[in-house]
């Protein structure tokens, strides 16, 4: 679910990011803010759109730990059948994370390399 929430997440920024990086500003001095302004407002929605992604993602995450049965009962159990299969849910467990922490590197290094989020960058991105 994660996986699927930041892939449309990204495919969304990308074409804004695109947009945002093809306006060209032009020497009339009324087009030059209408550059200005539609690269912000590129910045704004890419931003929004990574921060609702993160927020969703995180949620995600919550309903999904108290399948985690697994790593809260091996140390309430005795009985050598029930910590085995505890063992193999722990394992599985172990690989789903691994799994989603990779996701979640890559989406990060690409939120990081494609969304602007300080105002000096927006406007220093604008002047080149």
Do not use: H
């Amino acid at each position: 679910a994660i996986t699927v929430l930041l892939g449309e997440a990204s495919s969304l920024i990308q074409p804004l990011a695109a947009w945002r990086d093809g306006l060209i500003p032009s020497q009339q001095e009324g087009a030059k803010d209408m550059v200005s302004l539609l690269q912000r407002v590129c910045e704004e929605a890419m931003e929004i759109l990574d921060n609702e992604a993160q927020k969703l993602a995180v949620t995600i995450g919550v309903w999904f730990r108290p399948d985690q049965r697994g790593i809260t009962t091996l140390e309430q159990n005795e009985n050598e059948r029930q910590e085995a299969a505890d063992l193999l849910s722990i394992e599985s467990s172990l690989e789903e994370m691994a799994f989603m922490c990779q996701v979640l590197s890559r989406y990060a290094t690409f939120s990081r390399q494609t969304v602007l989020r300080d105002k000096s960058s927006i406007e220093s991105r604008a002047n080149e």
